[in-house]
């Protein structure tokens, strides 16, 4: 089946580096993103990468793809407080045909000085 | 930067009514999408649209739910008789433009109360 994990929580220091994990179940995964929720407002897409690539940088933003372990994970670097959101990661899986996302719990990243 | 939008940013319906939760997507999209969120719960698929017909739905896009392109710009969500378990912010989502693929872009979402 179609899921996908995240640790709930992460608490960081100001200008830390940020490591925000994901594990995924569908092999034949296309592409895999990751999405950021403020409070009261809707998801930002931040970053996705196709299946066959291994690492994308943007920025602050690191994203590192281990396909045989299912295992996605978003570094931000430098983090801020204004970093402080929900992270979502979201698989599209290839039976997903017109790009159904599936999306994890989301984790919750609180930055303090 | 072009965007999604929705409207309204808030809806409160009393059980048993019709809401309709509008969305204009981003206008050279071609694939259209609703999802939910009940509070503290996951981001749910609920449907996919493109071609003007629904591409897939999922197990939650029941008889009392239906979505429509009326015009070229519009895309809404109609909920037929609200239940209780409605309640939830609902996201609409554009993407894919011709030729390529391309992420989908969500809008703010409308928070919908069922009393």
């Known amino acids: 089946g179609e899921d996908v994990e995240q640790s709930l929580f992460l608490s960081v220091r100001e200008g830390d580096s940020s490591v925000i994990n994901c594990t995924y179940t569908d092999s034949s995964s296309t592409y895999l993103y990751w999405y950021k929720q403020e409070p009261g407002a809707g998801l930002q897409l931040l970053t996705y990468i196709f299946s066959n690539m291994d690492m994308k940088q943007d920025q602050r933003l690191t994203v590192l793809l281990n396909k045989k372990d299912k295992h996605l994970s978003l570094r931000i670097a430098d983090t801020q407080t204004g970093d402080s959101a929900i992270y979502f990661c979201a698989e599209i899986p290839f039976s997903g045909g017109y790009n159904k996302l599936i999306f994890g719990a989301g984790t919750r990243l609180a930055v303090h000085p | 930067e072009p965007e999604v939008t929705q409207t309204p940013s808030h809806q409160v319906t009393q059980m048993g009514q019709e809401v309709i939760l509008r969305c204009v997507p981003i206008?050279?999209?071609?694939?259209f999408y609703w999802y939910r969120q009940i509070l503290g719960q996951k981001v749910e698929f609920l449907v996919s649209?493109?071609?003007?017909?629904?591409?897939?739905k999922s197990e939650i896009f029941d008889d009392q739910f239906s979505v429509e392109r009326p015009d070229g710009s519009n895309f809404t969500l109609k909920i037929r008789s609200t239940k209780l378990e409605d309640s939830a912010m609902y996201f609409c989502?554009?993407?894919?433009?011709?030729?390529?693929?391309?992420?989908?872009?969500f809008g703010d979402g409308t928070r919908l109360s069922i009393l």
């Open positions: 206008s050279n999209h071609l694939y």
């Open positions: 989502a554009s993407g894919g433009g011709q030729g390529e693929v391309q992420p989908q872009h």
């Open positions: 649209f493109y071609n003007n017909e629904i591409s897939e």
